[in-house]
């Protein structure tokens, strides 16, 4: 039924659009994907989207369930937590992206150089990505920031370095096989130094699948920070981030106020799944053997 | 090429994961905080004298140097000396072990008891509400963070119900730890025949076990699915149907049996989250474990049992995943020629 659709457009659609229009047909990962824009843009707008100053006490109304007045409940001094998660979801997208972001340019590089070049750096490299793939991800995470200390900085260092691996082995396996190809044989024939041939000649090839793994890693990342912030090795007061703000809520499950936890936890879960299923949707989408589907 | 050669390659490529894994735990303990020769001497010793324990403990000695004194320490099974307990950080692992060991294996029988059905149901009867329903599960599954649904679990059962025992421990408070034999209460209690510490005992792991089972359920499930679905559009599968027998006899007989194999192959990576998990959840409910421990320490400043405990998970990740190739490779004889 959609062939018919596709067979009566007479000119093919720009590459763009074809993708977009693929994405679209998948319902879940395109509700994935509104989910994420809204969550950035009330992070990115906290100040005006918050309904409250999330540092500003109601003394009225301490401990308050949700309600009209606090749509999520308020804290122990009466912060509207509404508010507060929003306002903490900068510091989540932040470090998650930033760490994402910085172990995805490390690792495309030294992956790049690794598998184009070959030789002893390639053994370094790879001997180097083995030794971090042998810790559990979470584990080496908690290791790195207990040793270096936990500012925001050093958080996504830690996150980021257990990230590395994952693009390293991604980018130099894509290189070992197109390096050989006619096309960069013929790049280097002409003259082009390494470093164009590899830039602008074979790295573009392992875009999608960066892209893939990246959007996945962002779910990982913002897990790792999550905990970490919650044992007290991530992010700490007067910070927040959703695990630290469920740490804190997790304090007054004793007392009934059901809503300090729940809510952050549930930030991350709706964050994180979206996350996921994007991931997913963009994995079918970019892999090549699903193309024309 | 027979088992033995197999065997000799898989070893021999242990050696530089273990070189690997104890490089980083090195500079992760060289870049800790404080100073360990500070620790040891004591809060009333003079510069000096802080200065001649840095030099006895090598301190003063460049890295490599320093590398291999760690190492040989740790050959010794020196892990050094925990500042909050006062007492060696191998110590406090020893006796915190069985707990850890308790709350993992209890995690795993729940993974897998749940998670090996959910798939091979989900794959036989692929694409009906029952398939989505796991899938969903799955999904979900890995999207929560793993203290969220203990304190969900905590807040329905212990809170609201009041089903299950206050999130504290092992054992209800003034019931005696039964004798040890295996240092796991439920088996020990079962043993002694003490029924009143077994009862608490269970009542006590449901809760951390059924949190770090939910976690570690849906890679199994997702695995045994997509290897299941395999399984089935094989052509043996295909023979067996074509042959006449009885559907039960195939999906459950022939299929089963060969799809259960790969299953195999993540049993490492599921022991990698059960060890992640571990911190975490043992934390929420004050589980006294290694990863508790760790955790704990360090809100003392006192570092060094964390980077015991990253270093301890590490290797056994490498022992783990070691034992789980062999055991692929003595089950499945093409692995042995890759």
């Known amino acids: ?293 | 090429m027979g088992f033995g050669g197999f065997l000799l390659r898989r070893l021999a490529l242990t050696v530089p994961t273990l070189f690997g894994v104890t490089v980083v735990g090195f500079l992760l303990a060289y870049m800790l905080p404080g100073n360990p020769a500070l620790v040891k001497a004591g809060p009333f010793a003079t510069p000096d004298f802080v200065a001649e324990v840095e030099r006895q403990m090598g301190l003063d000695q460049p890295l490599p140097v320093q590398y291999l004194r760690y190492l040989g320490a740790l050959l010794q099974g020196d892990l050094g000396l925990s500042s909050s307990t006062g007492r060696p950080v191998l110590a406090d692992f020893a006796q915190r072990l069985p707990a850890t060991l308790e709350l993992t294996l209890a995690a795993l029988l729940i993974a897998i008891g749940i998670g090996v059905p959910l798939g091979v149901l989900s794959a036989i009867h692929r694409d009906t509400l029952l398939d989505h329903a796991g899938r969903v599960l799955s999904v979900a599954g890995v999207a929560m963070p793993s203290f969220w649904t203990g304190l969900l679990l905590i807040y329905v059962f212990f809170y609201l119900l009041d089903l299950a025992p206050a999130p504290l421990g092992r054992l209800a408070p003034g019931l005696q730890p039964p004798a040890a034999v295996t240092g796991l209460y439920v088996v020990d209690s079962a043993l002694a025949g003490d029924w009143p510490a077994l009862r608490s005992a269970l009542q006590h792991l449901a809760l951390p076990a059924a949190t770090l089972g939910i976690a570690v359920m849906a890679p199994v499930a997702r695995m045994v699915r997509a290897t299941m679905l395999e399984t089935l559009q094989s052509d043996f599968v295909k023979a067996a149907w074509g042959a006449g027998l009885p559907p039960r006899r195939v999906i459950y007989g022939d299929a089963l049996r060969n799809a259960l194999i790969p299953v195999v192959t993540i049993l490492g990576v599921v022991f990698g989250f059960l060890m992640a998990g571990n911190a975490v959840v043992e934390s929420v409910f004050a589980w006294p474990g290694i990863g508790n421990y760790a955790v704990t320490s360090l809100m003392t400043k006192d570092a060094g049992p964390i980077q015991s405990f990253v270093l301890f998970v590490a290797l056994m990740y490498v022992v783990v995943n070691l034992a789980v190739d062999l055991l692929y490779g003595l089950i499945d004889p093409r692995i042995r020629l890759g």
């Open chain 1, 1 to 293: 039924m959609e062939a018919a659709a596709d067979i009566a457009e007479a000119a093919p659609p720009a590459r763009g659009a074809r993708f977009w229009r693929r994405l679209r047909r998948n319902r879940l990962s395109f509700a994935a994907l509104w989910v994420l824009a809204a969550i950035a843009l009330a992070a990115l707008l906290a100040p005006w989207v918050a309904p409250f100053d999330p540092n500003l006490p109601d003394p009225e109304a301490p401990l308050a369930p949700p309600g009209w007045r606090h749509l999520l409940g308020t804290d122990l001094y009466g912060r509207d937590q509404l508010s507060r998660i929003i306002h903490a979801g900068r510091v989540n997208l932040l470090i998650a992206g930033g760490a994402t972001l910085g172990a995805l340019v490390l690792g495309a590089v030294l992956g790049a150089v690794a598998g184009y070049r070959g030789g002893w750096l390639d053994q370094v490299v790879m001997r180097a990505t083995d030794s971090i793939m042998a810790f559990p991800a979470f584990v080496l995470a908690m290791g790195i920031t207990a040793a270096i200390g936990n500012s925001l900085l050093n958080v996504a260092i830690a996150i980021g370095v257990t990230q590395v691996p994952s693009y390293v082995r991604l980018v130099r396996g894509e290189m070992l096989r197109v390096r050989e190809m006619e096309y960069a044989e013929a790049a280097r024939t002409v003259g082009n130094p390494d470093r164009r041939i590899v830039l602008v000649h074979l790295l573009p090839n392992c875009i999608p699948p960066l892209i893939v793994q990246a959007t996945l890693a962002m779910g990982y990342a913002i897990l790792t920070l999550a905990a970490l912030s919650y044992l007290g090795l991530g992010i700490r007061p007067p910070q927040s981030e959703w695990g630290q703000m469920t740490a804190e809520g997790a304090s007054e499950i004793v007392t009934g106020a059901w809503w300090l936890f729940l809510f952050p936890g549930l930030a991350i879960v709706v964050t994180v799944l979206a996350f996921n299923l994007l991931g997913d949707a963009l994995r079918d989408l970019l892999d090549p053997r699903m193309r024309g589907l």
